[in-house]
């Protein structure tokens, strides 16, 4: 099998073997360069068991995608890799959620290592989602922010997100309407309104991103929210509220009485 994760896997089978431990009494007649193989098992085998015992919180973010690294370097040390993924972009969150070819610009990262890291961000999606979609919206907030910035929060561009509700404010649809620039995304209230009557929406949150992190919303935000509003009144459908995420937390127009 070919791999394309930044390294050429010249490793002989009897290099591969280093990598199991041996007994004690066979350290004089271990082959050279097994001491830093057992190290580096043993070095796994102790997150491993960090991990286990104290969950995610005993352990800090470079550790924890060097856990993550470990099925797409099976014999390669992840931790440096790790770290210069930490390096680049800041947390854990950051580095889930950066593009793959951003990825790709830290050494050592390639496609198997690309994979690992969307398959944790499509997972933890996947459950939050799961999570605001058996309740309604209104009563399970926080869920819903934390959902909101976690698939929007770290865009790089900007991204115009609507959550349709029925009356009992469930979560009928979560649609990207529009994606745009790294500060602006084109809004159509029409086609929004029309979207809600054919998904026979009661009530409708608003959702972008701002790439740079700071969530304030602009004077164009706030215009295009009352529009949106104004039209979607006479047809029954409610706007709850208008979020603006990024990678400094979010902004509610409702909260700031913005709306």
Do not use: C
Not at 5 to 34: H, I, L, N
Not at 107 to 115: F, Q, S
Not at 187 to 196: G, L, M, N, Q
């Amino acid at each position: 099998m070919s791999r394309s994760d930044g390294f050429r896997d010249k490793t002989s089978a009897a290099e591969q073997s280093t990598f199991f431990s041996v007994a004690p009494e066979a350290e004089a007649k271990r082959p050279p360069g097994q001491k830093v193989a057992d190290d580096k098992v043993g070095h796994r085998r102790r997150l491993r068991e960090r991990f286990e015992n104290g969950g995610a919180d005993a352990i800090p973010d470079y550790e924890l995608l060097e856990m993550i690294l470990f099925r797409a370097f099976p014999r390669i040390d992840t931790k440096p890799i790790a770290k210069r993924l930490i390096a680049k972009f800041g947390s854990f969150a950051d580095v889930v959620s950066a593009p793959a070819n951003r990825l790709k610009e830290v050494e050592g990262v390639g496609d198997r290592a690309v994979e690992e890291l969307k398959l944790i961000k499509a997972a933890a999606e996947r459950m939050t989602r799961g999570q605001i979609a058996t309740r309604p919206a209104l009563s399970s907030w926080d869920g819903v922010l934390d959902y909101l910035r976690l698939v929007q929060g770290f865009e790089t561009r900007e991204q115009f997100r609507i959550l349709f509700l029925d009356k009992k404010n469930q979560l009928i649809a979560d649609e990207v309407q529009g994606h745009g620039t790294v500060d602006h995304t084109p809004v159509y209230v029409r086609e929004v309104v029309k979207r809600a009557l054919e998904l026979s929406a009661s009530a409708i949150i608003l959702v972008h991103n701002h790439p740079s992190g700071d969530p304030t919303p602009s004077r164009a935000d706030i215009d295009m929210t009352k529009q949106i509003i104004d039209a979607s009144r006479p047809l029954g459908v409610a706007v709850h509220d208008h979020i603006i995420v990024g990678r400094n937390g979010h902004a509610s127009l409702k909260a700031l009485r913005l709306i």
